[in-house]
């Protein structure tokens, strides 16, 4: 994998994605840029935060759980107890785990699932259905995982 710091235009550049496609409200200074034929990771401050994969922009679990108690601006759904192990083995979100939902998003928005306790995020999803639908679902499929821990991106990085 090749491994770069980004200058300050392509830094600024990559804040305005972020911004528009996950919420992400800021960045740090330390920038750094990690691809390979695969995928594109971005490094905030040494640690593997974004990648790029598929076409999808995917916030890293463990920089999630890093920042959990800041504000990132990703819309999160919270799932109960019996729905985080399967989750975290890489199943998708179905309406009768849901708890609760926290922000507003359009069908297709990458989405953080985190569970109920501790509020630590498990996997990250992208929604099938908006929030104001899937408040008023009580079964089927409403997000794809797309990241879970223990994933090929969990060990790789």
């Known amino acids: ?38 995928k594109r990771c971005y490094l905030f401050e040494g640690t593997p935060s974004i990648c790029e994969v598929g076409g999808n922009t995917i916030p890293l679990l463990k920089w999630l759980i ?4 800041e504000e990132l601006g990703i819309s999160r759904i919270i799932v109960n107890k019996g729905a985080v192990k399967p989750i975290s083995g890489g199943a998708d979100l179905m309406a009768p785990g849901i708890v609760r939902i926290e922000g507003t998003f359009p069908a297709g928005t990458v ?22 639908e899937i408040k008023g679902m009580k079964r089927g499929k409403v997000a794809e995982n797309l990241h879970w821990v223990g994933d090929k991106l969990w060990k790789e990085l």
């Open 111 to 132: 989405i953080v699932v985190a569970e109920e306790e501790r509020g630590i995020p498990i996997a990250v999803m992208r929604a099938i259905f908006s929030s104001d």
């Open 66 to 69: 890093k920042h959990r108690g």
């Open 1 to 38: 994998m090749k491994r770069h710091h980004l200058s300050k235009k392509d830094k600024e550049q990559v804040a305005q994605t972020l911004r528009e496609k996950l919420g992400i409200t800021s960045i740090p200074e330390i920038v750094e840029l990690m691809e390979d034929e695969e």
